[in-house]
């Protein structure tokens, strides 16, 4: 159903062509752009309707955090060890396939000052790479204990709070040696008083779409819980070692602008933002890798929780997924040589908007790709400061 409101839609826009800040139409009227645009101010409202509890809206309204990041052991995203756990290698490995991991970030390491942390970043080994999961779901929670246990629940005592869970789930990895976020649905708030945050990792399924290397992510001296080799439920229980959980980055207040997905299509077609994601700023949103002309389609989702993505194959749309809701038809666009023209997208200068995320993806009308549409990967904004 959606696919033919999207081409209906398309079709009636087709001749909206974007210069400079307007959408004009081709003839004399800009009633559409206005009602374009008008609508981004009702779909931010929709953010803030999203529950958040009292505590975290003060914060929001508070003075901005003494850091924006957190950085556990260390900031050093190219140094260290290279470990597989607990994203695994290629899925033919069945001792890698699906792994149970825990860590800490201590309350040393966070601060003193309570927080939303609304990112979670890991570094890659030695190469970019293209990371698939039949299943990934990330846990935060605190504990006043000192160490983990071998017990897995024993260690999220405090507040356990599921900030991701997707199947299946693609994360792009754009750079080695460097911090990459792999895209919270939720945050999640730190309160000093309550001890560490532990994150829990399960991911199963654990695969490779771009090679089959079998680098790993940088780690640091820092104690994990794990439990790999295993097929069914994960484990209860798993082995504690103390000095190879993987090096990560927690964002309290930082914005960032990620892709995550893979596009379809002869190109395969992909969504480019480009901007910081700082409230009061802009964000530029277009794609490549689409057809030579022809018209396409810019949309903006709140979420891409279950049940996206959803596999557009059995519609005809071989290998293409609908990465998240379709909130707002943002913009009609126009392709040429491959790549469309770009929309802005301008943020609210208001704090409550800081660790509040949007998800923005495209398609093309193509007649060279199956079912006669190509669909982009997809792009989280997550605002900040």
């Known amino acids: 159903m959606f696919l033919e409101r999207l081409v209906r839609y398309v079709g009636r826009q087709a001749n909206y062509v974007r210069i400079g800040y307007n959408l004009r139409r081709g003839m004399p009227g800009t009633r559409a752009r206005a009602d374009r645009q008008s609508s981004l101010p009702a779909f931010f409202q929709e953010i803030l309707m999203k529950p958040l509890s009292l505590l975290a809206t003060a914060l929001l309204a508070a003075p901005a955090l003494a850091q924006t990041y957190v950085y556990v052991p260390d900031s050093n995203a190219g140094a260290g060890g290279c470990n597989v756990i607990p994203f695994g290698t290629i899925k ?3 001792t890698w396939v699906n792994q149970r991991y825990q860590t800490m970030a201590t309350t040393a390491d966070m601060g003193t000052a309570a927080g939303s942390i609304c990112s979670l970043a890991f570094a890659a080994c030695r190469q970019a790479q293209v990371r698939s999961f039949d299943y990934l779901k990330i846990t935060m929670a605190q504990t006043t204990a000192t160490s983990l246990s071998s017990n897995f629940a024993a260690n999220l005592t405090t507040r356990p709070t599921v900030v991701f869970e997707g199947k299946p789930r693609i994360w792009r990895i754009e750079a080695n040696d ?5 895209g919270l649905q939720k945050s999640f708030l730190y309160i000093p008083v309550q001890g560490n945050v532990v994150v829990e990792v399960i991911a199963m399924g654990n695969d490779r779409k771009d090679s089959t290397a079998t680098t790993g992510f940088h780690t640091g001296s820092r104690q994990r819980a794990y439990a790999y080799n295993w097929t069914g439920t994960p484990p209860s229980t ?11 980055r927690l964002g309290l207040s930082a914005a960032s602008i990620d892709n995550f997905g893979m596009g379809c299509g002869p190109g395969p077609l992909r969504i480019n933002g480009s901007g910081s994601g700082k409230i009061g700023t802009a964000v530029a949103v277009g794609m490549t890798g689409g057809p030579s002309s022809g018209p396409g389609l810019i949309w903006l989702g709140l979420t891409n929780a279950a049940p996206y993505p ?3 194959s059995a519609a005809g749309l071989t290998g293409c997924m609908l990465q998240c809701a379709i909130d707002v038809p943002l913009a009609a666009v126009v392709f040429q040589s491959g790549t469309s023209n770009r929309f802005q997208i301008p943020l609210p200068n208001d704090r409550r908007f800081v660790c509040a995320q949007f998800y923005s993806q495209g398609l093309a009308i193509d007649s060279s790709a199956p079912g006669g549409l190509s669909l982009s990967d997809c792009l989280r904004v997550l605002m900040g400061l």
Do not use: Y
């Open 92 to 94: 033919s490995s069945s």
């Open 178 to 182: 460097a911090w990459d976020n792999i």
């Open 238 to 248: 798993g082995t504690v070692g103390g000095t190879a959980a993987l090096k990560m």
């Open 310 to 312: 959803i596999d557009l």
